[in-house]
């Protein structure tokens, strides 16, 4: 079953059930599963794996804690909380992480970089990170940047983008629509 509550400005998607495919989010949502799921979540905002819950999926979101089992790699973009009795199978990838006692993890750890802004932590992000974040071809956001129309740098002849700059990009072209 999946239940939907509306609370001020906050939306909140519980599933507590068995189920299959892709779950993805262009806007934050608090997302927590209680259940079974297998496949893909590509969330925003807050994702939390309670503590009865096995999930066979491969994970990207913003913020995410797990407390059941996961079978699959997951990239947390500004932070992952592991808590007991958290079983991890799978390579994690994340700025913060943070692993509580009787948590146990099996695979690799990347910490990647990420500078304090005014909004939080601002992640750096590859061509391909922003491409799928904007669910669009690589080759469109190197002409945007050659173009200089999203904001991005180059070092040594890859381009980078700031989280945070993007997100505000999205914003403005959303309210020039």
Same mark, same amino acid.
């Given at each position: 079953?999946?239940?939907?509550?509306?609370?001020?400005?906050?939306?909140?998607?519980?599933?507590?059930?068995?189920?299959?495919?892709?779950?993805?989010?262009?806007?934050?949502?608090?997302?927590? &599963?209680? *259940?079974?799921?297998? @496949?893909?979540?590509?969330?925003?905002?807050? $994702?939390? !794996?309670?503590?009865? #819950?096995? =999930?066979?999926?491969?994970?990207?979101?913003?913020?995410?804690? &797990?407390? *059941?089992?996961?079978? @699959?790699?997951?990239?947390?973009?500004?932070? $992952?909380? !592991?808590?007991?009795? #958290?079983? =991890?199978?799978?390579?994690?990838?994340?700025?913060?992480?943070?692993?509580?006692?009787?948590?146990?993890?099996?695979?690799?750890?990347?910490?990647?970089?990420?500078?304090?802004?005014?909004?939080?932590?601002?992640?750096?992000?590859?061509?391909?990170?922003?491409?799928?974040?904007?669910?669009?071809?690589?080759?469109?956001?190197?002409?945007?940047?050659?173009?200089?129309?999203?904001?991005?740098?180059?070092?040594?002849?890859?381009?980078?983008?700031?989280?945070?700059?993007?997100?505000?990009?999205?914003?403005?072209?959303?309210?020039?629509?």
């Amino acid at each position: 079953m999946v239940k939907k509550r509306e609370e001020t400005e906050e939306k909140i998607l519980d599933v507590d059930a068995s189920m299959q495919g892709t779950i993805a989010f262009k806007d934050p949502v608090n997302l927590r &599963i209680n *259940g079974s799921f297998e @496949g893909k979540l590509d969330t925003r905002g807050n $994702l939390t !794996i309670g503590e009865n #819950a096995k =999930v066979k999926a491969g994970i990207h979101g913003d913020r995410i804690v &797990i407390a *059941g089992k996961v079978t @699959g790699d997951v990239q947390a973009v500004l932070s $992952l909380s !592991i808590v007991a009795p #958290a079983v =991890v199978r799978g390579n994690i990838t994340t700025p913060r992480l943070v692993v509580g006692e009787g948590a146990v993890i099996e695979g690799q750890i990347t910490m990647f970089g990420g500078r304090q802004s005014g909004e939080g932590l601002d992640v750096e992000m590859t061509l391909k990170d922003v491409a799928q974040y904007l669910e669009v071809e690589a080759k469109v956001v190197e002409e945007w940047a050659h173009q200089k129309k999203i904001p991005s740098r180059s070092e040594n002849g890859d381009w980078i983008f700031s989280r945070a700059a993007i997100d505000r990009w999205i914003q403005e072209e959303n309210a020039r629509a």
